[in-house]
């Protein structure tokens, strides 16, 4: 069983220096930590191009030196990749033009996924596309703070059928495993409250109902 990770989870991870617990991650589970190339191009590549991400570019870049994660060439879906994130940039509009929800990285993760394989997307909108895409009409409202979305259903079953069932965790998952495990440091409530924030506030789509729940039931 791999674990496929989108360019959203690794950033959330890169921003508050858990990467290295990936690697202690990767020693208790028996499957591979995955990124396609899309996702190395917009996680390493561009990064490292750009002064403010530089370092987080190599530091991820530095699980792929050691065999934590590696990477797949995504060039045998490129024609799936891109009707998929067509169809899912689709199925809502304003005012007669589409939203544009998902980026090629989100969507490149997705044709690899076989039935027990878990995508890692912190990213809420490409999520609520796998997970629940009938909900994703009230999350959008909410979001842009307007009622005159209209959304596709023709599309919005259609993608429903073309994804079809798929395990999705986010980082926070991988953060509880670090926590539980004590790779973060000794085990208190204030700390797990403080990690959960913290990938909050750079990236990862948790809300502060959850992390109190996360805090009471594994802190």
Same mark, same amino acid.
């Given at each position: 069983?791999?674990?496929?990770?989108?360019?959203?989870?690794?950033?959330?991870?890169?921003?508050?220096?858990?990467?290295?617990?990936? $690697?202690?991650? $990767? *020693?208790?589970?028996?499957?591979?930590?995955?990124? *396609?190339?899309?996702? #190395? +191009?917009?996680?390493?590549?561009?990064?490292?191009?750009?002064?403010?991400?530089?370092?987080?570019?190599?530091?991820? %870049?530095?699980?792929?030196?050691?065999?934590?994660?590696?990477?797949?060439?995504? %060039?045998?879906?490129?024609? @799936?990749?891109?009707?998929?994130?067509?169809?899912?940039?689709?199925?809502?509009?304003?005012?007669?033009?589409?939203? %544009?929800?998902?980026?090629?990285?989100?969507?490149?993760?997705?044709?690899?996924?076989?039935?027990?394989?878990?995508?890692?997307?912190?990213?809420?909108? *490409?999520?609520?596309?796998?997970?629940?895409?009938?909900?994703?009409?009230?999350? !959008?409202? #909410?979001?842009?703070? *307007?009622?005159?979305?209209?959304?596709?259903?023709?599309?919005?079953?259609?993608? =429903? @059928?073309?994804?079809?069932?798929?395990?999705?965790?986010?980082?926070?998952?991988?953060?509880?495993?670090?926590?539980? $495990?004590?790779?973060?440091?000794? =085990?208190? %409530?204030?700390?797990? +409250?403080?990690? !959960?924030?913290?990938? =909050?506030?750079?990236?990862?789509?948790?809300?502060? =109902?959850?992390?109190?729940?996360?805090?009471?039931?594994?802190?």
């Amino acid at each position: 069983m791999a674990i496929y990770f989108d360019s959203s989870t690794l950033i959330s991870l890169a921003l508050t220096c858990n990467l290295p617990h990936l $690697k202690e991650i $990767k *020693t208790l589970y028996d499957g591979d930590f995955v990124m *396609t190339k899309t996702v #190395h +191009n917009e996680t390493i590549d561009k990064a490292m191009r750009i002064e403010r991400f530089k370092y987080e570019a190599y530091r991820l %870049k530095s699980l792929l030196d050691d065999g934590v994660i590696i990477v797949k060439d995504d %060039k045998q879906y490129a024609g @799936r990749i891109k009707e998929l994130m067509n169809l899912m940039n689709s199925c809502f509009y304003i005012r007669d033009r589409p939203l %544009k929800l998902v980026q090629p990285g989100e969507v490149s993760i997705i044709p690899f996924a076989k039935k027990n394989d878990v995508l890692a997307i912190d990213e809420r909108t *490409t999520r609520f596309f796998i997970e629940s895409p009938e909900e994703l009409l009230d999350l !959008l409202r #909410h979001k842009l703070h *307007t009622t005159r979305i209209v959304p596709d259903e023709g599309n919005l079953a259609r993608v =429903k @059928r073309e994804i079809g069932k798929l395990n999705v965790i986010r980082s926070t998952e991988l953060a509880l495993v670090a926590y539980e $495990k004590g790779f973060v440091g000794n =085990k208190n %409530k204030d700390l797990f +409250n403080g990690l !959960l924030w913290a990938l =909050k506030l750079n990236g990862c789509a948790i809300s502060s =109902k959850e992390i109190r729940n996360y805090v009471n039931k594994y802190g």
